[in-house]
Nanobody, 128 residues
Framework: QLQLVESGGGLVQPGGSLRLSCAAS????????IAWFRQAPGKEREGVSC????????NYADSAKLRFIISRDNAKNTAYLQMNMLKPEDTAVYYC?????????????????????WGQGTQVTVSS
């Protein structure tokens, strides 16, 4: 079974940090570009960050720049999203997605059609 499972979400105060994990089974992550998306209530799904298959390149949405860091450990078949200085507007369900390695190099980082596998999502709530 091909599966991506996110974990690490929860409730944090504004200014806090959270580290999300995306663990893969049934596929070898080193062959895939990985992206994180999020969807807040009443809003469209939006891209957050994307990392190349080797980890040599990364892209961040404007909302994530300087605050979030995407990384991966291919030996552990896991990708991560470190989120710092969280804001209430970061509240959303966060999803990881995997697509062909070439997806990253198209520069079209956040086209959902470029990703074949999706996790179930993990809730992040930023509130005092």
């Amino acid at each position: 079974q091909l599966q991506l499972v996110e974990s690490g979400g929860g409730l944090v105060q504004p200014g806090g940090s959270l580290r999300l994990s995306c663990a893969a089974s049934g596929l070898t992550l080193e062959n895939y570009a990985i992206a994180w998306f999020r969807q807040a209530p009443g809003k469209e799904r939006e891209g957050v960050s994307c990392i190349s298959s080797t980890g040599g390149g990364a892209n961040y949405a404007d909302s994530a720049k300087l605050r979030f860091i995407i990384s991966r450990d291919n030996a552990k078949n896991t990708a991560y999203l470190q989120m710092n200085m969280l804001k209430p507007e970061d509240t959303a369900v966060y999803y990881c997605a995997a697509g062909p390695a070439g997806t990253y190099y198209t520069g079209n980082y956040y086209d959902p059609l470029g990703y074949d596998y999706w996790g179930q999502g993990t809730q992040v709530t930023v509130s005092s």
